[in-house]
T-cell receptor
Framework: QKEVEQNSGPLSVPEGAIASLNCTYSDRGSQSFFWYRQYSGKSPELIMSIYSNGDKEDGRFTAQLNKASQYVSLLIRDSQPSDSATYLC???????????FGTGTRLKVLA | EAGVAQSPRYKIIEKRQSVAFWCNPI?????LYWYQQILGQGPKLLIQ????????DSQLPKDRFSAERLKGVDSTLKIQPAKLEDSAVYLC????????????FGPGTRLLVL
C-alpha cells in the first residue's frame, strides 16, 4: 500500500465550479498535512497546511482533515483556468520532519 | 527574504558521466531535503539533513549518489556514474526544524542523461 495516495486525474472542472481533490494516507502517526500546487516545469509551492481535524479555509481554498478516516481533501471554489496545475498532497510524520508526497492530481479548469 | 537557491538549472550529460548539484537553503533553516521528481510523479525524498547530520537517506542509491552538507548550510548532491533513469528534476527544499514547518522548494535542476 502506498503511503500517500492520490488520484492522478486529470480532473476536469468548468470555470467557476468547485474542484475537489482527495488524498489518503497510511500512517496513523501523521501529524501535519500539506497541499502544494505545481505548475508544469515549476517547483511545488505551498497552498495550505492543516494539523487538526476539521476544515481550514483560506480564500477560495478549503482543506479538510479527517484523521479517523486518514483522509485529507482540498476544495477550490470558483475554479479559474489559472488553477490548472498538479496538486500534491504531503504528509509529515511526528518526530521526523519527513514529508511523504503523493503522486499528485492534475487539475484542468476549462474556460 | 531570499528563497532556496539551486544551480545549475539545467544539465545534460552522457551516461556514466558524473554531475553535481548545489543548494543554498533559506537562512536559518536547519533542515534540508533533496528530492528526485520524475516526470508525472510526486517528489521522492533522497536525503534529509538536519544541520550537518543525515536524518534519512533510506531512498538514496548510495552506490552512485552522495550528498553532503558542510557547516549546516549549503549542500551538494552528486551522481557518479549517471544512468539513463536518473533523468529527472532534482529539487532542494528547506524548512525550520519543527513538525509543522513548511518546506520551501528551490527552482530545481533539470537533468537529462543521454
Amino acid at each position: 500500500q502506498k503511503e500517500v495516495e492520490q488520484n492522478s486525474g486529470p480532473l476536469s472542472v468548468p470555470e467557476g465550479a468547485i474542484a475537489s481533490l482527495n488524498c489518503t494516507y497510511s500512517d496513523r502517526g501523521s501529524q501535519s498535512f500539506f497541499w502544494y500546487r505545481q505548475y508544469s516545469g515549476k517547483s511545488p509551492e505551498l497552498i495550505m497546511s492543516i494539523y487538526s481535524n476539521g476544515d481550514k479555509e483560506d480564500g477560495r481554498f478549503t482543506a479538510q482533515l479527517n484523521k479517523a478516516s486518514q483522509y485529507v481533501s482540498l476544495l477550490i471554489r470558483d475554479s479559474q483556468p489559472s488553477d490548472s496545475a498538479t496538486y500534491l498532497c504531503a504528509v509529515s510524520t511526528s518526530g521526523t520532519y519527513k514529508y511523504i508526497f503523493g503522486t499528485g492530481t492534475r487539475l484542468k479548469v476549462l474556460a | 527574504e531570499a528563497g532556496v537557491a539551486q544551480s545549475p538549472r539545467y544539465k545534460i550529460i552522457e551516461k556514466r558521466q558524473s554531475v553535481a548539484f548545489w543548494c543554498n537553503p533559506i537562512s536559518g533553516h536547519a533542515t534540508l531535503y533533496w528530492y528526485q521528481q520524475i516526470l508525472g510523479q510526486g517528489p521522492k525524498l533522497l536525503i534529509q539533513f538536519q544541520n550537518n547530520g543525515v536524518v534519512d537517506d533510506s531512498q538514496l542509491p548510495k552506490d552512485r549518489f552522495s550528498a553532503e552538507r558542510l557547516k549546516g548550510v549549503d549542500s551538494t548532491l552528486k551522481i557518479q556514474p549517471a544512468k539513463l533513469e536518473d533523468s529527472a528534476v532534482y529539487l532542494c527544499a528547506s524548512s525550520l526544524d519543527t513538525v509543522k514547518s513548511t518546506q520551501y522548494f528551490g527552482p530545481g535542476t533539470r537533468l537529462l542523461v543521454l
